[in-house]
């Protein structure tokens, strides 16, 4: 048998013979669907890199919008070096009291740039101090 030969066969639902595909038409069918599977699979695989980038890009503007709040106090402290200073405050507060400077100003954020980064701390009007600057 060639592969261009056709034939039939009996449907036993129908009661009808039917004509059955040469083989080469068979395989010429198998070869499209492989082939439209195979462009479907390359199409989904892109779409998903595209999501992933997408997803990369929603984490990156939440970080930068993070860093931006942290940057709209006035000084570049973000909010877990708030918390530590606002600590420190509240310990100092209890064996300090009093001894506000000019105008009530008793604390002075100090910001010194260096090679290696920026120091940074807190002073209070006594000469007590904290540093925070660990994570600018």
Known sequence: ????????????ETGEFMEVLPMNEIAD???YKFERERE????????NEELKNGIFKDRTIAQLNE?????????????????AI????????????GGHGCSGG????????????????IKCTCGA???FSDDI
């Open 67 to 83: 860093q931006l709040e942290d940057f709209k106090r006035g000084f570049p402290i973000t909010a877990e070096q708030q918390e």
């Open 40 to 47: 479907r699979n390359e199409s989904l695989l892109e779409r």
């Open 106 to 121: 008793k604390y002075s954020y100090i910001f010194t740039p260096t090679g290696i980064g920026t120091f940074a701390s």
């Open 1 to 12: 048998m060639t592969p261009e030969t056709r034939y039939s066969t009996f449907d036993t």
């Open 129 to 131: 101090s904290f540093d």
């Open 29 to 31: 069918m198998i070869k």
């Open 86 to 97: 606002n600590r420190w405050v509240e310990q100092h507060e209890k064996v300090h009291k």
